[in-house]
């Protein structure tokens, strides 16, 4: 079996772009890997591009040694949209060869651990506040209605949200410096107006959630240290699954995990076990985030057993269409440091018809699936239905 073809496909999903990657082969097997990035998707795509010249004609199923051709092509400039490209281009290979063999990718990996995993719903708020309009979600006017969206994620079977900083009104906004106007994006202090906005944000969302479940908040790139720590010690009263948020300094993050009452966790943007390393070894985080479209399959296992022998637990950060929830699953039923698994639920009215088989999501909990590869395929039709501008 040889490698006939490579492609990129970026599509418009609303609000940010879903990126895919398609390998075709001489024997008519065709293999599908995610690798979305939100804000570089023709550098993510233009990467793929570069690599195809290097694939064709090779056989799909020597995935290790393909992963390492890729990566020595691309070795000054580690990271970034070439390492997303190398990722999605990784995981259409190991569709393929686990399709070939007639099992799913796990299987591959020694699984499933597993037959469900624990879910929580993400971006809870953050999307309806900068998209509702759009998707014709309610509206977030005032507190009443962020307790009434806690008490909507406990009634549809989530026993866990995470929510960024929301801050309802007409029209609700999202504190992001940096991309939201007003703000400087780059002094990371907190004030006390943003105090008194996540006080009444998770208060209003554990008043709606009661006792059924917890809260995780993502203040991402948004603070340095000082002003994580004043948040941490501030939600000190309320039943939280995390604090997380995103550095490129291990000691500036164990700094913070030696400061706040709640776990933490972190890691998101890293690729590869290089980048992983320094934020292992002094166990920085409660949980590893690890994001399986931008490291790829093989990194990702990897880079959850490394974090297990350091007695840490791993969760998927997944934000993107149902095939990126699949490749999450797949690696949830692989490892066994398992905290819970990122979903969006408020999404694009299209999600499931574009893919062949959309995962069955119940209770709160995603099941793994049991058909070869990843268990589903892209259906290119309704990919093409969204094309993402030039
Ligand atoms: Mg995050």
């Known amino acids: 079996m040889r490698i006939s073809r490579v492609q990129a496909f970026v599509c418009d999903a609303g609000w940010r772009p879903w990126t895919f990657v398609k390998v075709e082969t001489d024997e008519g097997l065709v293999g599908w890997g995610e690798c979305s990035d939100s804000r570089n998707p023709h550098g993510v795509s233009g990467s793929v591009r570069d690599l195809e010249p290097l694939l064709i004609g090779e056989d799909p199923r020597a995935v290790q040694r393909l992963y390492w051709d890729m990566l020595r092509s691309f070795r000054q400039n580690l990271g970034g949209t ?11 290979l190991w569709d393929i060869k686990a399709k070939a063999l007639g099992v799913p990718v796990y299987e591959l990996f020694g699984g499933p651990m597993r037959d469900r995993v624990q879910l929580y719903w993400s971006h809870c708020g953050t999307t309806r506040a900068r998209h509702g309009d759009k998707l014709g979600l ?23 949200l995470k929510t960024n900083i929301v801050i309802p009104g007409d029209p609700p906004r999202t504190y992001f410096p940096g991309f939201d106007r007003g703000y400087n994006g780059t002094d990371g202090v907190v004030t006390s107006e943003v105090l008194d906005q996540i ?4 208060g209003a969302f554990s008043q709606g ?16 240290p000082a002003g994580v ?8 009263q309320f039943n939280m699954q995390w604090i997380e948020c995103d550095t490129w300094d291990p000691r500036a993050l164990l700094q913070i995990k030696q400061s706040i009452p709640q776990r933490l966790a972190s890691c998101e943007s890293l690729v590869s076990t290089r980048q992983y390393r320094p934020f292992l070894e002094l166990q920085t985080v409660d949980t590893a985030i690890i994001d399986v479209p931008w490291n790829g399959f093989g990194q990702s296992h990897i880079i959850g057993q490394m974090a297990d022998a350091y007695e840490l637990t791993v969760a998927p950060h997944n934000y993107y269409s149902h095939l990126a929830d699949l490749h999450a699953a797949h690696l949830c039923a692989s490892l066994p440091n398992i905290r819970i698994m990122e979903i969006d ?46």
């Open 82 to 92: 070439s390492h997303k490209a190398i990722a999605g281009i990784e995981l259409a």
């Open 345 to 390: 639920i408020d999404d694009v009215p299209w999600k499931t018809q574009l893919i062949t088989r959309p995962p069955k999501i119940e209770d709160g909990y995603i099941h793994v699936p049991k058909a070869p590869g990843w268990g589903a395929d892209i259906v290119e039709d309704v990919l093409k239905e969204h094309p993402y501008p030039d």
């Open 199 to 202: 006080d009444k944000l998770i």
């Open 209 to 224: 959630i009661g006792g059924n479940g917890q809260i995780a908040l993502d203040l991402n790139y948004n603070f340095r």
């Open 229 to 236: 720590i004043e948040i941490g010690r501030l939600l000190e």
């Open 138 to 160: 309610p509206p977030l006017r005032g507190y009443d209605d962020i307790v009434a969206l806690g008490q909507e994620v406990v009634q549809r079977g989530f026993r866990a």
